[in-house]
């Protein structure tokens, strides 16, 4: 057995809420059996980003905001791998919005899990896009994820966790990356995950979570519905929690599939000039 | 617009003399084509250049357009010539005018012997030596359409050039036929249109005649599809970027090329997800580039450095054009390479290579790809917009020259042998073995933290240090390993230039005006940029009385570079500089040489 790179400890405060996380992926991976060699887990910037230094798997850092586009590439480059890209709400929603946008509609068969907990931890404490007003003198409206992926119509998986409810969690992370490897395209899935250090909302939202699954009419193939439920529940002071979206049909649909199918791909290819020779011959002899 | 009746309109109002004469004979000629966006001054200058190609001319096309779709002034110009050429001509042979603006525009570069045919539906000129046909209302009747006219004109040309028919007609064929049916047929017609007319004018029918040439075996090209297949030959299987002018073809060739080859191209949303797109997929095991242009590299800048530190392999195809800010994107320039030198916050290795024809962008670009896996370095290539989308002959690219270098990728049986894997391995080179995720039995962390061998984050100042010397080392490690600089001229010349990328064509043509006059020179052209070729600087200036450094840029930013590794050699550093968006013409070079009385 060749030695690899071993985790290390979690940087993390105790009691944060990305140890729920960090717990739900080692968990959920285990349950799908994924050779850890075939596993990729780009993080982000923040506390959150730093989780693929606590797990045994191909880890790679990304840059603040960019994770999305470097997870993009490895999955279109090789197919064959499970992407997961984690990192936190300033990450994912400020510096990184552009990119969340278009994930939704590239759909890629990666997962994204943005631990959202509503500050940025690691510089001490500011507002951050999913901040409460008054959080920090903050004055601006809290972003939505969840309506905001509702809103683009891909044939995504959505869905939202709270760390406070870590079996949930490891079912719904598990049937994201279920959903992945089934190259049915892009699962969102953002937990709610409390910095016990600059704001720790564990009781809060304890009370104010609201299991999506219990409300009657509750349908997670039909998005006009859930975008009801969702928005009508957060009306409510309450959060919405669950499956949001699950694509109605159980198509091949992630962009890996349109562009690689069944080829190799851009990384299992044979690049080598001796194969390729004759069709590069004729590809110059097109030239006039 | 008025558009006078085919019937009133006198088929050609032709000035000049109008007594038979000898054709007067051109082995260098350059036709410039002006008139408003849209009225096909491209398409007039791409029938040329397959025209002269077929002659066995040397070609270089110019374009000079407006950042619009349509409308504005736009021209272009084609050079033809028995020799090889590189640069646009400093004075125009023959005019084609569809409009007014393009005849004042025009006139002031044309030879005295130069002639003007223009599109005579709108204006009128008076000026000698010209000859107006109303091209639009020409067409216009039995085709249906003025857009035509362009094709009618291409016809007219073909008359005062003394052109051979059948290789005129055959030109349409061939630029039309994949649109084929009522398209080319009725370009066919446009064509016969434009030459009858020209036929009938006195002064007109073979007022000129073209030499032939022997260079039949050359292709027509641009260094932005150079690159583009070069990169396919390279074994670049992933490309990401976003749409900039003069970059943009590359990305739009690769969608044509890459397919076949297993490849992915995206567009992807900006530069910042392109150059992530491509370090993600490059971390992945892929080979890959993303192109871009000023504005799109500042973006990329966060990536290119987060690639270095990372150790992650990538090329960056930067195609100049006029900065800062918007600047001007379709005219040339050479004033990236103070940013791409001093890249991004920090402090990281990089290799700017800079071709200057369409071979070497071929050849550069398999060679970027090679640098960039074999030293774990980001590459930039360096191109300039004359050298992107100019069209010139070219020699057929060389496949028995390429070879693929993927330096110390492990295989998985080479994995199976290992101890231990560690993707920042200290080694004699500074370059660590890596096997790309998906590799069975391993696994590693990568990061643009600073980190320790095993890719864990690091604030160890001792760490800090060698992983510091371990990336930056490879700057000088790699010396030998990069594109050399090429000579040109004896190299007893005691006047030299220096130079690179787009500017090497007006170069060698400033050397053989200066030879004709008894002024021999030399002529360094750089392909590695940076770090700067200090071994190859410093013999040549040795060699020289004076250097003349001549770069695309208000600053002399190679100049500066230069001055600033060799500062010994000071005195005998000149800057000879253009910024107004134009490239230079030979006879600009000359006269900046301040020897040549």
């Given at each position: 057995?060749?030695?690899?790179?071993?985790?290390?400890?979690?940087?993390?405060?105790?009691?944060?809420?990305?140890?729920?996380?960090?717990?739900?992926?080692?968990?959920?991976?285990?349950?799908?059996?994924?050779?850890?060699?075939?596993?990729?887990?780009?993080?982000?910037?923040?506390?959150?980003?730093?989780?693929?230094?606590?797990?045994?798997?191909?880890?790679?850092?990304?840059?603040?905001?960019?994770?999305?586009?470097?997870?993009?590439?490895?999955?279109?480059?090789?197919?064959?791998?499970?992407?997961?890209?984690?990192?936190?709400?300033?990450?994912?929603?400020?510096?990184?919005m552009?990119h969340?946008?278009?994930?939704?509609?590239?759909?890629?068969?990666?997962?994204?899990?943005?631990?959202?907990?509503?500050?940025?931890?690691?510089?001490?404490?500011?507002?951050?896009?999913?901040?409460?007003?008054?959080?920090?003198?903050n004055?601006?409206?809290?972003?939505?994820?969840?309506l905001?992926?509702?809103?683009?119509?891909?044939?995504?998986?959505?869905?939202?966790?709270?760390?406070?409810d870590p079996?949930t969690?490891?079912?719904?992370?598990?049937?994201?990356?279920?959903?992945?490897?089934?190259?049915?395209?892009?699962?969102f899935?953002?937990?709610?995950?409390?910095?016990?250090?600059?704001?720790?909302?564990?009781?809060?939202?304890?009370?104010?979570?609201?299991?999506?699954?219990?409300?009657?009419?509750?349908?997670?193939?039909?998005?006009?519905?859930?975008?009801?439920?969702?928005?009508?529940?957060?009306?409510?002071?309450?959060?919405?929690?669950?499956?949001?979206?699950?694509?109605?049909?159980?198509?091949r649909?992630?962009?890996?599939?349109?562009?690689?199918?069944?080829?190799?791909?851009?990384?299992?290819?044979?690049?080598?000039?001796?194969?390729?020779?004759?069709?590069?011959?004729?590809?110059?002899?097109?030239?006039? | 617009?008025?558009?006078?009746?085919?019937?009133?309109?006198?088929?050609?109002?032709?000035?000049?003399?109008?007594?038979?004469?000898?054709?007067?004979?051109?082995?260098?000629?350059?036709?410039?084509?002006?008139?408003?966006?849209?009225?096909?001054?491209?398409?007039?200058?791409?029938?040329?250049g397959?025209?002269?190609?077929?002659?066995?001319?040397?070609?270089?096309?110019?374009?000079?357009?407006?950042?619009?779709?349509?409308?504005?002034?736009?021209?272009?110009?084609?050079?033809?010539?028995?020799?090889?050429?590189?640069?646009?001509?400093?004075?125009?042979?023959?005019?084609?005018?569809?409009?007014?603006?393009?005849?004042?525009?025009?006139?002031?570069?044309?030879?005295?012997?130069?002639?003007?045919?223009?599109?005579?539906?709108?204006f009128?000129?008076?000026?000698?030596?010209?000859?107006?046909?109303?091209?639009?209302?020409?067409?216009?009747?039995?085709?249906?359409?003025?857009?035509?006219?362009?094709?009618?004109?291409?016809?007219?040309?073909?008359?005062?050039?003394?052109?051979?028919?059948?290789?005129?007609?055959?030109?349409?064929?061939?630029r039309?036929?994949?649109?084929?049916?009522?398209?080319?047929?009725?370009?066919?017609?446009?064509?016969?249109?434009?030459?009858?007319?020209?036929?009938?004018a006195?002064?007109?029918?073979?007022?000129f005649?073209?030499?032939?040439?022997?260079?039949?075996?050359?292709?027509?090209?641009?260094?932005?599809?150079?690159?583009?297949?070069?990169?396919?030959?390279?074994?670049?299987?992933?490309?990401?970027?976003?749409?900039?002018?003069?970059?943009?073809?590359?990305?739009?060739?690769?969608?044509?090329?890459?397919?076949a080859?297993?490849?992915?191209?995206?567009?992807?949303?900006?530069?910042?997800?392109?150059?992530?797109?491509v370090?993600?997929?490059?971390?992945?095991?892929?080979?890959?580039?993303?192109?871009?242009?000023?504005?799109?590299?500042?973006?990329?800048?966060?990536?290119?450095?987060?690639?270095?530190?990372?150790?992650?392999?990538?090329?960056?195809?930067?195609?100049?054009?006029?900065?800062?800010?918007?600047?001007?994107?379709?005219?040339?320039?050479?004033?990236?390479?103070?940013?791409?030198a001093?890249?991004?916050?920090?402090?990281?290795?990089?290799?700017?290579?800079?071709?200057?024809?369409?071979?070497?962008?071929?050849?550069?670009t398999?060679?970027?790809?090679?640098l960039?896996?074999?030293?774990?370095?980001?590459?930039?290539?360096?191109?300039?917009?004359?050298?992107?989308?100019?069209?010139?002959?070219?020699?057929?690219?060389?496949?028995?020259?390429?070879?693929?270098?993927?330096?110390?990728?492990?295989?998985?049986?080479?994995?199976?042998?290992?101890?231990?894997?560690?993707?920042?391995?200290?080694?004699?080179?500074?370059?660590?073995?890596?096997?790309?995720?998906?590799?069975?039995?391993?696994?590693?962390?990568?990061?643009?933290?600073?980190?320790?061998?095993?890719?864990?984050?690091?604030?160890?100042?001792?760490?800090?240090?060698?992983m510091?010397?371990?990336?930056?080392?490879?700057?000088?490690?790699?010396?030998?390993?990069?594109?050399?600089?090429?000579?040109?001229?004896?190299?007893d010349?005691?006047?030299?230039?220096?130079?690179?990328?787009?500017?090497?064509?007006?170069?060698?043509?400033?050397?053989?005006?200066?030879?004709?006059?008894?002024?021999?020179?030399?002529?360094?052209?750089?392909?590695?940029?940076?770090?700067?070729?200090?071994?190859?600087?410093?013999?040549?200036?040795?060699?020289?009385?004076?250097?003349?450094?001549?770069?695309?840029?208000?600053?002399?930013?190679?100049?500066?570079?230069?001055?600033?590794?060799?500062?010994?050699?000071?005195?005998?550093?000149?800057?000879?500089?253009?910024?107004?968006?134009?490239?230079?013409?030979?006879?600009?070079?000359?006269?900046?040489?301040?020897?040549?009385?």
């Amino acid at each position: 057995m060749v030695q690899s790179a071993k985790p290390v400890s979690p940087i993390w405060c105790p009691g944060c809420g990305d140890f729920g996380v960090l717990a739900a992926v080692k968990r959920a991976a285990a349950e799908l059996k994924i050779p850890t060699h075939e596993l990729v887990l780009v993080g982000g910037i923040g506390c959150s980003g730093s989780i693929h230094n606590f797990l045994e798997i191909n880890g790679i850092h990304a840059l603040h905001g960019r994770l999305l586009a470097q997870a993009v590439g490895v999955k279109l480059a090789n197919p064959g791998l499970t992407v997961i890209a984690a990192g936190g709400d300033g990450d994912g929603y400020a510096i990184g919005m552009g990119h969340f946008i278009h994930a939704f509609k590239k759909n890629a068969s990666i997962l994204y899990i943005v631990m959202n907990n509503e500050t940025y931890g690691l510089t001490k404490g500011q507002a951050s896009p999913t901040s409460q007003i008054g959080f920090e003198g903050n004055v601006e409206p809290p972003f939505h994820s969840i309506l905001t992926a509702l809103s683009i119509p891909a044939p995504n998986f959505i869905a939202r966790t709270f760390s406070g409810d870590p079996k949930t969690m490891t079912a719904i992370l598990a049937e994201a990356i279920r959903f992945n490897r089934e190259g049915r395209g892009f699962a969102f899935v953002e937990d709610l995950s409390p910095c016990v250090t600059y704001n720790d909302t564990y009781k809060l939202w304890r009370e104010k979570v609201l299991d999506v699954s219990k409300v009657p009419d509750y349908d997670p193939t039909d998005r006009k519905k859930m975008f009801r439920i969702c928005l009508e529940t957060t009306e409510q002071g309450r959060i919405p929690i669950g499956v949001m979206h699950r694509p109605k049909e159980a198509g091949r649909d992630g962009l890996e599939t349109k562009l690689v199918g069944e080829r190799k791909g851009p990384v299992r290819t044979d690049i080598s000039l001796a194969s390729n020779l004759e069709a590069y011959q004729k590809l110059l002899a097109g030239l006039s | 617009m008025t558009t006078p009746a085919a019937r009133t309109t006198p088929i050609a109002e032709a000035t000049g003399p109008t007594e038979p004469r000898a054709p007067m004979e051109l082995s260098d000629l350059s036709v410039m084509i002006g008139g408003q966006g849209g009225d096909g001054t491209l398409t007039v200058s791409d029938l040329l250049g397959r025209y002269f190609r077929k002659q066995g001319l040397y070609v270089y096309t110019s374009r000079n357009v407006l950042s619009r779709i349509r409308g504005g002034h736009a021209d272009a110009s084609v050079r033809a010539s028995h020799d090889p050429v590189a640069a646009v001509k400093s004075q125009v042979d023959v005019l084609v005018a569809f409009d007014n603006e393009a005849v004042e525009m025009g006139r002031a570069e044309l030879e005295n012997h130069g002639f003007i045919i223009y599109d005579s539906t709108t204006f009128h000129s008076d000026l000698p030596n010209s000859a107006g046909f109303p091209f639009a209302t020409l067409v216009g009747g039995p085709l249906g359409q003025p857009i035509f006219k362009n094709t009618a004109a291409y016809g007219a040309l073909s008359v005062l050039l003394g052109f051979d028919v059948e290789s005129t007609r055959s030109v349409i064929q061939e630029r039309f036929k994949r649109r084929g049916g009522e398209a080319l047929e009725k370009n066919l017609k446009a064509l016969e249109i434009g030459r009858h007319a020209a036929l009938e004018a006195a002064g007109v029918p073979n007022r000129f005649s073209v030499v032939s040439g022997d260079a039949h075996d050359q292709i027509l090209t641009t260094g932005n599809q150079a690159v583009a297949l070069g990169f396919v030959v390279g074994g670049g299987r992933f490309f990401a970027g976003y749409p900039i002018t003069p970059a943009t073809e590359i990305m739009e060739y690769l969608q044509r090329y890459l397919p076949a080859f297993d490849g992915v191209v995206r567009q992807a949303e900006d530069e910042l997800a392109a150059i992530n797109m491509v370090i993600g997929a490059s971390y992945a095991g892929a080979r890959v580039m993303t192109s871009t242009s000023g504005p799109g590299l500042s973006l990329m800048t966060e990536g290119i450095g987060h690639a270095a530190t990372a150790e992650i392999p990538i090329v960056v195809a930067d195609c100049q054009r006029v900065g800062p800010s918007t600047g001007q994107p379709t005219r040339n320039e050479q004033s990236d390479l103070s940013h791409l030198a001093n890249l991004g916050h920090g402090e990281y290795p990089r290799f700017i290579i800079a071709p200057s024809t369409p071979v070497d962008c071929f050849e550069l670009t398999v060679d970027a790809l090679n640098l960039a896996e074999r030293w774990r370095v980001p590459v930039i290539l360096l191109l300039d917009q004359a050298l992107c989308q100019n069209t010139s002959t070219s020699a057929r690219f060389d496949l028995s020259k390429a070879h693929l270098d993927r330096g110390k990728r492990l295989t998985p049986e080479a994995v199976a042998a290992l101890q231990q894997y560690k993707v920042y391995e200290l080694t004699e080179d500074g370059v660590s073995a890596v096997a790309p995720p998906g590799t069975p039995g391993v696994w590693s962390e990568v990061t643009g933290n600073e980190h320790d061998e095993w890719g864990h984050v690091s604030v160890n100042p001792a760490n800090r240090v060698r992983m510091m010397k371990k990336r930056m080392e490879k700057m000088v490690k790699a010396r030998n390993d990069l594109p050399p600089s090429r000579l040109f001229g004896p190299p007893d010349a005691k006047i030299g230039f220096i130079g690179f990328g787009g500017t090497s064509g007006p170069i060698v043509e400033a050397m053989q005006l200066l030879h004709a006059r008894g002024v021999p020179t030399r002529y360094l052209q750089a392909r590695t940029l940076y770090p700067v070729p200090a071994h190859e600087l410093e013999p040549f200036l040795q060699s020289v009385d004076v250097a003349y450094v001549v770069e695309h840029n208000y600053t002399g930013q190679f100049a500066r570079l230069v001055r600033e590794t060799l500062p010994w050699h000071h005195a005998k550093l000149r800057s000879i500089l253009k910024y107004d968006g134009y490239t230079f013409r030979a006879p600009q070079i000359v006269a900046e040489v301040k020897e040549v009385a």
